[in-house]
């Protein structure tokens, strides 16, 4: 029964081989797109997806119970008092002013150090010092001569806080709180300047009083923090670069040829009031050369984007917002293609690739109505939704002798 | 897994096909493996053997749509694959059969009786596929009109964001041994009819079917969200142990019955019809019987999912790719993961059917015509076959035949058999052609029968069949054993009415009306004819016969089934009141020149339409009086003018008959005369304040008084005083009263009316008597200073016209006034 069973397949083999074996090449070149990625993201998990300084948190927006402001909370660290800077007497801190003690201090404001190219207005700062007092002694303490500089060009932006804090007396175990707060109402500069990110340093010169002698031990401080709260309603813009590595091993090299094209399809659903314009080149990190840019593409119409057209649009906000609805979401698809031979150059994307070990993406980030000085807010609820795949052409031609080998015969 | 991948490897390896033909083997009757074909055929020789050394072997490979240039073009580019994906249907299919007889012994009892015994194995295997199925392989399901290469690709079979239909894909493989028995009996005088059953016991060795399957995928245009739905159910039946991957033969597990059918009947000697029905029956799988089976619904697949907390997790791409292939893993297999049960399941063999004539054209040769068809999964696969066979003896055996294919069209069958002593050979296909690009089929059966006890003098004529030129049918030596039944001198095989006595001039035919037509040919062979109606006669020879001839002795037409129509209206004479005119149908063939309906023998105006009401006479103007009383036939006029109309002299629209004056034109408010103006001057007198006296059109016909006139009697007016209560003019008002005087004096056509008026202070009488004063007063001054009395008109109307509040001083002031108006003739 084997036998004539095997004959049987020996016979349909003889029959395949007549009808196919007669072709000197299988050009077989199927189109093959699958989803990579379905995403969607809220602008605080956007912001959290990486590890960050930056606190994220939510405030209830003005007149809803559901809709939540986004805002943005950097806490920077200021050079502490000491008990040593007061020339008290034995544990003493004699009652009295004390406006020399300290000198201007400065402070570089690390919410401002990721971004260049930056300008952003944020509507309403704030900005909380927090004073942890470690002393036996009340402390009342006033900031003078505070103003930010930025870092490249030099400009001052003055603010003034008119209020002084009273800050208890404490220890190291359970210290004394004080509390100081500069909004826009109390000052004279306009914070939304002061606290644009822009690299910047914070100066300040504390001015100190003690209205009742006190006491310290050695190494006790006034330690101090600068809480700078931004509630995410403004315009802004700015410019972001992101290195991706990748690695294609030596036998991949051999596989250029299988590949007429790769679409990289990156399709957006944005409800947040805000564009992302991408550049993207690749490059090779160990010589640093850039190979070439990667063209993007407009899925829909195929026509190739400028660098300037945003791949991410911005949602356009509502002028009446409800409890689930403060945009209308703006929709794009663009394509990444890479081809074996690009119609425009004649060159191979693909093998560009293949040389290289990285892409450098070049975003630029801007708020609706920016160039017009539109202020926008952003909500917790406000997501990006975001759906990528690659879409391929296999040239999965196969020579007689290629099938020969593959069929052992 | 591995149960999967030994069902594709049965499937494929199979190369997909299904159930046997032999369209040219249907015809070698003479060969016992004809009876495969219809159990009521048996062979010539009482016994037969085969299968020992070279048992008959059978293949076949067909298609629905792919040929062998289909299948090189969907390998060799995208434009040539397209040619190939035009010729698929929604659903096609692909097929292999093949088998072998192990032993096929057969013997004859008592001439009418024929047993034979066969064992074999066989295999039917077909995939039934979609067009979207051939698209998605050839272009996957990402292709779409706008990538680089695909301008020229129909979008039909570019997939992305199409659902590739793949309703109806499937799978039918069974591979079983066979063991048959054929019992044939002959039936009435001549053995005319014969029947035939082949009861058969099946062992099945493998199965895998598609029970059911539905399924499609979609992939979104815009993200590339694949979506699969639909159901499958799927049974298998595999004889290979899953521990070590070896075959063990499943002995009677999988026992199952079947049964052939078949009868030929042969009408006369010449003509026989045939017909049978194959393999209807069954397997019962039970040996390792699995049932794979999903209903799955919908399944969209968009992606990995990430959201705040993937991306936490995912800080290189190999976790985004673990999280990928997890999420679409554990999905599909949520989704579509088979529910396996071991049940028992059945399957049907796929039963066929066969319908054949067949006419014998001489001892040697015959024609014939088959239909064949079968049906799987709810298709009528068919098959029509023209043949043409011919033996040499017994010696050779040669079939040719031409087949028509499920669509295809290029199918030439041949077949040999080669008797050598008791060696009986033979080879045949239904298609040599398969090599040609568009050929769909390839078969081919073979093998070789030991044959005993065949006849030398098989129709018992007396003359042995080497000798015979009719070894099949008892003869006369003098004919070399042909027969010659009517006796007529003609053999039957010359003779062309072989039933009926007749003359070699007419083939061995009659001709009982003497009209020199044979009684074969002639239509009407006791009625002496002509050769153009076949022997009928045509009495008034117009071309149609008699029997067909409503008038068969007046020549007429075709058109009339032979009757007249002499004034050739198309109305035949016998209905045509008026056979001579040529007329029309709705006046039974009599005419209406002036087509208005009207004939023309009760038509006034047999030559103009008309209407009804005037006897078909026309009334062009339409005033209801006919053109030919009308004198003014083209202009509406009235009855009692003859139909003319009337007259309007002066032209002012008023016709003369309501023109109170017709020579001047005058309007219609004044009955067609012209208003009088005296005075001449254009204002009709009707409108004219001064009729008699020519003045202007902004005075209403009254001459024009000029401002500077105006102004010097308003003067006059205003400045004119009195002494109180007295008639005496003060001196202060002569001034005025002099200009005034001076301006009458010329203004010769001029009238000044003067009249006088008082308050009510004092009674009315003296009042009147005041105003009357006053009024002459001025007058008499007036004249005083040369103005015509003539001129001068005085009128008093004491307190009676007040224009002014009388209770108070200033209303009494201007009550108290003497006005002066100029007046007109």
């Known amino acids: 029964m084997k036998k004539t069973l095997l004959y049987l397949l020996a016979g349909e083999l003889f029959v395949f081989c007549i009808t196919a074996c007669n072709i000197d090449e299988l050009a077989f070149r199927p189109t093959y797109a699958i989803p990579v990625v379905e995403a969607r993201m809220t602008i605080g998990e956007i912001l959290n997806s990486r590890p960050s300084e930056v606190e994220s948190t939510f405030e209830k927006a003005f007149g809803t119970d559901s809709l939540f402001n986004f805002q943005l909370v950097y806490t920077d660290t200021l050079e502490p008092l000491t008990f040593e800077s007061f020339a008290g007497t034995g544990n003493s801190v004699p009652a009295r002013s004390y406006p020399n003690l300290f000198k201007l201090r400065s402070v570089f404001l690390r919410m401002t150090g990721n971004t260049e190219s930056g300008d952003f207005r944020f509507i309403n700062p704030r900005v909380d010092f927090v004073f942890n007092n470690e002393m036996k002694t009340e402390f009342h303490l006033r900031l003078d001569s505070t103003y930010t500089k930025n870092v490249k060009t030099g400009v001052e932006f003055p603010f003034d806080i008119n209020d002084t804090a009273i800050i208890q007396p404490g220890s190291s175990a359970s210290p004394g709180l004080g509390t100081l707060s500069v909004t826009n109402e109390n000052t004279n500069g306009a914070l939304t300047d002061v606290f644009s990110p822009t690299p910047k340093f914070m100066f300040y010169k504390p001015l100190l009083s003690v209205p009742a002698q006190g006491t310290a031990e050695s190494g006790e401080r006034l330690n101090i923090y600068a809480k700078v709260t931004l509630p995410f309603t403004g315009y802004g813009q700015a410019v972001r670069n992101d290195t991706i590595p990748y690695s294609i091993g030596e036998d991949d090299v051999d596989e250029i040829d299988a590949i007429d094209f790769i679409y990289l399809r990156m399709a957006f659903e944005n409800e947040l009031p805000l564009e992302v314009t991408v550049n993207a080149f690749i490059v090779d990190t160990i010589s640093w050369d850039t190979l070439a840019q990667v063209r993007l593409y407009n899925s829909q119409t195929g026509i190739a984007l400028n660098g300037t057209a945003a791949v991410v649009p911005a949602a356009t906000p509502l002028q009446t917002i409800t409890s689930t609805t403060t945009t209308t979401p703006a929709f794009n698809s663009s394509d990444m293609r890479l081809y074996k031979e690009n119609p425009t150059s004649g060159l191979s994307d693909i093998e560009t690739l293949f040389n290289g070990n990285a892409i450098l993406l070049n975003m630029s980030f801007k708020t609706t109505g920016y160039d017009n000085s539109e202020t926008v807010s952003i909500y917790s609820s406000q997501a990006l939704k975001f759906n990528m795949g690659i879409k391929t052409r296999i040239d999965a031609s196969i020579t007689r002798d290629s099938l020969t080998n593959l069929i052992g015969l | ?825």
Not at chain 2, 124 to 148: E, Q
Not at chain 2, 591 to 618: L, N, V
């Open chain 2, 1 to 825: 897994m591995r149960k999967l991948i030994i069902i594709a490897l049965v499937v494929f390896a199979g190369f997909k096909a299904n159930a046997q033909q032999d369209l040219t083997l249907y015809n070698a009757r003479y060969l016992q493996q004809a009876s495969f074909t219809n159990a009521s055929f048996t062979p010539e020789c009482n016994v037969t053997v085969g299968g020992i050394l070279f048992g008959s072997t059978y293949g076949r490979i067909g298609s629905s749509g792919i040929t062998r240039r289909s299948l090189s073009n969907f390998i060799q580019g995208p434009e040539d694959a397209v040619k190939s994906l035009d010729r698929l249907k929604d659903l096609n299919y692909l097929e292999l059969d093949a088998g072998r007889d192990l032993i096929h012994f057969g013997f004859r009892v008592k001439d009418k009786n024929y047993f034979s015994l066969n064992a074999s194995v066989r295999t039917f295997n077909s995939l039934t596929y979609t067009k979207d199925a051939a698209s998605l392989l050839i272009f996957g399901n990402g292709a779409s009109i706008d990538d680089p290469g695909n301008e020229n690709i129909p979008p039909e079979y570019l997939l992305l964001g199409n659902r590739a239909d793949l309703d109806g894909t499937g799978v039918e493989s069974t591979t079983y041994g066979e063991i048959g028995l054929q019992y044939a009996r002959k039936f009435l005088e001549d053995d005319k009819l014969s029947i035939g059953i082949r009861p058969k016991v099946l062992f099945g060795i493998a199965n895998v079917q598609t029970k059911e399957s539905a399924i499609g995928i979609t992939t979104d245009a815009n993200t590339f969200g694949i979506t699969l739905d639909g159901n499958y159910l799927i049974n298998n039946s595999i004889p290979i142990d899953q521990e070590d991957s070896t075959f063990s033969y499943p002995g009677f597990s999988n026992l199952g019955f079947g049964v052939d059918l078949g009868a030929s009947f042969n009408f006369t000697e010449k003509m026989q019809v045939s017909a049978s029905v194959n393999n209807l029956g069954f397997i019962n799988w039970k040996n390792q019987s699995t049932n794979y089976s999903a209903d799955g619904g919908s399944f969209e697949f968009r992606g990995a999912l990430i959201d705040g907390s993937i991306l936490d997790a995912a800080t290189s791409f190999d976790s985004l790719g673990t999280s990928f292939a997890d999420d679409l893993l554990d999905s599909l297999n949520s989704q579509f993961g088979a529910d396996t049960t071991e049940d028992n399941y059945r399957t049907n063999l796929p039963a066929r059917y066969n319908l054949g004539f067949n006419y014998q054209l001489t001892d040697r040769a015959n024609l014939g015509v088959l239909m064949n068809a079968y049906n799987i999964k709810k298709q009528l696969r068919a098959a029509f076959t023209l043949s043409y066979n011919y033996r040499i003896r017994k010696a050779i055996g040669f079939h040719a035949n031409y087949s028509i294919n499920n669509r295809s069209f290029t199918n030439l069958g041949l077949g040999f058999s080669f008797n050598i002593k008791s060696y009986q050979l033979y080879v045949m296909s239904d298609n040599m052609l398969f090599f040609l690009p568009n050929s769909t089929n390839m078969q081919f059966r073979g093998g070789l029968n030991w044959t005993f006890g065949c006849s030398n003098d098989k129709d018992k004529d007396g003359i042995k069949d080497k000798d015979d030129d009719c070894p099949e049918t008892p003869g006369e030596a003098k004919f070399k054993g042909c027969p010659d039944t009517d006796k007529d001198g003609v053999m039957d095989k010359e003779d062309k009415c072989p039933e009926t006595p007749g003359s070699e001039e007419f083939e061995g035919c009659p001709d009982r009306d003497g009209d020199k037509i044979a009684d074969m040919n002639d239509d009407c062979p006791d009625a002496p004819g002509v050769p153009e109606f076949n022997g009928c006669p045509d009495t008034d020879q117009d071309g149609i016969q008699d029997s067909e001839d409503d008038c068969p002795t007046v020549a007429g037409i075709p058109e009339f089934n032979g009757c007249p129509d002499t004034d050739k209206d198309g109305i035949q004479d016998a209905v045509d009141d008026c056979p001579e005119q040529p007329g029309i149908p709705e006046f039974n063939g009599c005419p209406d020149t002036d087509a208005d309906g009207i004939k023309d023998s009760e038509d006034a105006c047999p030559e103009k339409p008309g209407t009804a009401q005037f006897q078909g006479c026309p009334d062009t103007d339409a005033d209801g009086l006919p053109d030919n009383k009308d004198n003014c036939p083209e202009v509406a006029g009235p009855i009692d003018n003859k139909g003319c109309p009337f007259g309007d002299r002066d032209g002012d629209g008023i016709i003369d008959n309501d023109d109170s004056c017709p020579d001047t034109p005058g309007p219609v408010e004044n009955a067609g005369c012209p208003y009088s103006d005296l005075d001449g001057d254009g204002v009709y007198d009707k409108d004219d304040r001064c009729p008699q006296t020519p003045g202007v059109f902004e005075n209403q016909g009254c001459p024009e008084i000029k401002q500077e006139e105006q102004e010097v009697l308003n003067t006059a007016f205003s400045n004119l005083e009195f002494e109180t209560g007295k008639d005496v003019i003060k001196a202060s008002s002569f001034e005025s009263l002099d200009k005034l005087a001076e301006l009458l004096v010329k203004k010769t056509d001029w009238k000044l009316e003067i009249a006088g008026h008082t308050d009510d202070v004092g009674s009315e009488a003296s009042n009147l008597a005041l105003s009357e004063k006053r009024s002459k007063s001025v007058s008499k001054y007036l004249e005083s200073k040369g103005v015509p009395i003539t001129q001068l008109i005085v009128k008093w109307f004491g307190e009676s016209k007040p224009i002014a509040d009388n209770t108070t001083a200033e209303g009494r002031a201007q009550n108290r006034r003497v006005e002066m108006n100029v007046i007109f003739d």
